[in-house]
């Protein structure tokens, strides 16, 4: 055999080996049970799991504060259960969440006036737990620029935390569009609280 064709033999073994090596990865991503999807819509932080063998998601969409960086305004989505609610996380000293406090959307409160209630389970967190308010909010909010939410300081002052809506319905719209990849509806059955 030629020195040529020894040559010619050890590249594309080496190419073979090259090509092997970088599927690796790509492989052994594949070997996930979940498919993630980690996106941005202008103010919204949205973020999936798509659980491929039993077509379960779970969503995240999330934004920040605008008047209060620390503030997060969260919505969980799951196909599994109903783990599901907006939730205001605000910080203890911002805003005394065993008090009333209202949301306001499009320059009107929202009502009832307090569906936002304490979470046991989150601390300084404000939830609506209740699936129809809940749905009745998000149609409330998804056109209006902001939301927030007012309360009272621990002092007794009157407190606002406001959270931008910019890029909420195209956030809601995609986690919509990744629950349709699985096949499976929102889970509607209330979580105990």
Avoid at 13 to 18: D, G, K, W
Avoid at 25 to 44: I, L
Avoid at 67 to 81: E, F, K
Wanted: one cysteine or more; charged letters at 30%.
């Amino acid at each position: 055999m030629s020195a040529l064709r020894r040559g010619q033999r050890l590249i594309l073994a080496l190419a073979m080996l090259a090509a092997a090596a970088a599927a690796a990865p790509a492989a052994m991503a594949d070997d996930r049970p979940f498919r993630e999807f980690d996106e941005t819509f202008k103010s919204w932080k949205l973020y999936c799991q798509l659980w491929t063998g039993t077509r379960q998601v779970e969503c995240e969409l999330s934004t920040r504060g605008v008047n209060d960086r620390t503030a997060r305004l969260v919505w969980l989505r799951s196909t599994d259960r109903w783990r599901e609610g907006l939730r205001f996380r605000v910080s203890a000293e911002s805003l005394d969440l065993d008090r009333l406090v209202r949301v306001w959307a499009d320059r009107a409160v929202f009502k009832p006036d307090s569906p936002c209630k304490s979470f046991r389970f989150e601390t300084n967190t404000c939830a609506v737990t209740d699936p129809d308010i809940n749905r009745r909010m998000v149609e409330k909010i998804a056109p209006a620029p902001e939301v927030s939410i007012v309360g009272q300081s621990p002092a007794g002052g009157k407190t606002e935390v406001r959270f931008p809506l910019a890029g909420f319905r195209e956030a809601v719209e995609r986690s919509e569009a990744v629950r349709a990849m699985a096949g499976r509806p929102w889970a509607t059955s209330p979580s105990p609280d």
